[in-house]
């Protein structure tokens, strides 16, 4: 298939906070075409089913497109161990596929959607766009930042290809964050084709404060985290940060161990083993309970593609700290206003967040409307309206290199 050659999109301004968002949302949605009359049709490709997508899901339906999401894997035993579903009742118009490119053609009708597809990650993936791209099919590449490490320098040279691929073939790409804003302009995907479309979860399900936390803060306030307890999600540089604050707060560290116990360990020798719970895994349902007995939800990763937790956090209006190796500190936290954001790795750096609580705990108060505030402007219905005008803008460029 000929290259297409696009035409350049004016330079827009520095998106939120300061984000090199690389698109105006006020002038796209005054160009949109009206979703209701159009309904577009939407297939999304993605791995697994996971209770921060669903309910963007659910507002780009309520939009009036015909949205089908196809997943090409099985719920891993790491999620299963973090309480996820393995077996779960999809909602119509999502099902389970093998990764063939061969479920393409489940839907008779898949040349006239527009597929969105996370990425070079895997062999189906990569196949599947270039199959898109073959056909002449649109398409849209979207996907959080990758992994810093040696397995991303060594694919280097597939991610140029791959960003190659997206600037000839695809409409555009969707950026998982400004982190992946910036990871996809190193790749070599042009600027102005790619839009910031982050995480944007429902409001955590809370029925009531999780009784083990209470019971054991007894009316201290509790610092929480939710999640895999591992070095990448940096609960070192936490226990010890943790162990070097003034001792009025608790920590509840919701999720399961994958030390074999050397976190717990770590406490005793710091000597705050009766100020740190080990709640073990929770459902995602029950997640919520979990943050209704906290004032500050803690995110200290040494790397996260996004980190939902805050999403989650935010949502029930609690204070935030996150490391600046989490992709959604960039955008869900301002640093004084509604929490801090932390050094990755920093014992020091993090200390001192969680000292500020330690010492005036009505900040945590007035942090956590904030937060709720920044929730809102990061709803799924604000980001379902951002999808599809976006792809309205996208698709009418590429009617109009057509004519």
């Known amino acids: 298939m000929a290259a297409v050659r696009r035409p350049k999109l004016e330079a827009r301004s520095r998106g939120h906070c300061g984000h090199p968002s690389g698109i105006n949302w006020s002038w796209l949605v005054s160009t949109w075409l009206s979703a209701a009359t159009m309904n577009p049709r939407i297939k999304i ?10 309910a963007l899901f659910e507002a780009v339906r309520s939009e009036g497109a015909d949205l089908q999401v196809a997943y090409y894997d099985r719920v891993p035993d790491s999620r299963v161990a973090l309480g996820w579903a393995r077996d779960q009742n999809l909602p119509r118009g999502e099902a389970f596929v093998e990764p063939s490119v061969d479920s393409l053609y489940l839907d008779p009708a898949w040349r006239e959607c527009i597929h969105l597809v996370p990425g070079y990650g895997s062999r189906f993936t990569l196949t599947l766009a270039a199959k898109l791209s073959q056909e002449g099919t649109g398409w849209v590449h979207w996907s959080e930042r990758s992994h810093p490490g040696l397995r991303s320098l060594l694919t280097q040279p597939v991610k140029r290809a791959y960003a190659e691929m997206v600037n000839r073939f695809a409409l555009g790409a969707f950026a998982i964050g400004a982190g992946a804003f910036r990871d996809f302009g ?35 306030p509790v610092f929480l985290y939710l999640g895999t307890l591992n070095r990448r999600k940096g609960i070192d540089v936490l226990i010890n940060a943790f162990a070097s604050s003034p001792s009025t707060w608790a920590l509840a560290l919701v999720g399961n161990d994958a030390s074999g116990g050397e976190y717990a360990r770590l406490a005793r020798r710091l000597g705050v083993q009766d100020r740190v719970l080990f709640r073990g895994a929770m459902s995602p349902k029950s997640l919520g309970d979990a943050i209704l007995a906290a004032k500050v939800v803690i995110l200290p990763s040494r790397f996260d593609g996004w980190g939902v937790t805050l999403n989650e956090g935010a949502s029930l209006g609690r204070a935030l700290i996150g490391s600046d190796a989490c992709g959604a500190t960039e955008h869900l936290i301002v640093s004084g206003v509604n929490g801090f954001r932390v050094q990755a790795g920093s014992v020091g750096s993090l200390a001192r967040a969680l000292s500020a609580y330690s010492l005036e705990p009505e900040l945590a108060t007035n942090h ?23 792809l309205a803008t996208w698709a009418a460029l590429s009617r109009s290199r057509q004519k």
């Open 45 to 54: 490709w993605t791995n697994i089913p996971n209770h921060y997508q669903a």
């Open 186 to 220: 190193a790749w070599g995907i042009r600027r102005e084709m790619i839009a910031i479309l982050p995480y944007s979860p429902t409001t955590a399900t809370a029925v009531a404060a999780d009784s083990q936390i209470q019971d054991f803060a007894n009316g201290r």
């Open 368 to 390: 956590g409307e904030a937060s709720l505030e920044i929730f809102k402007a990061n709803s799924p219905e604000v980001n379902a309206k951002k999808m599809l005008s976006t």
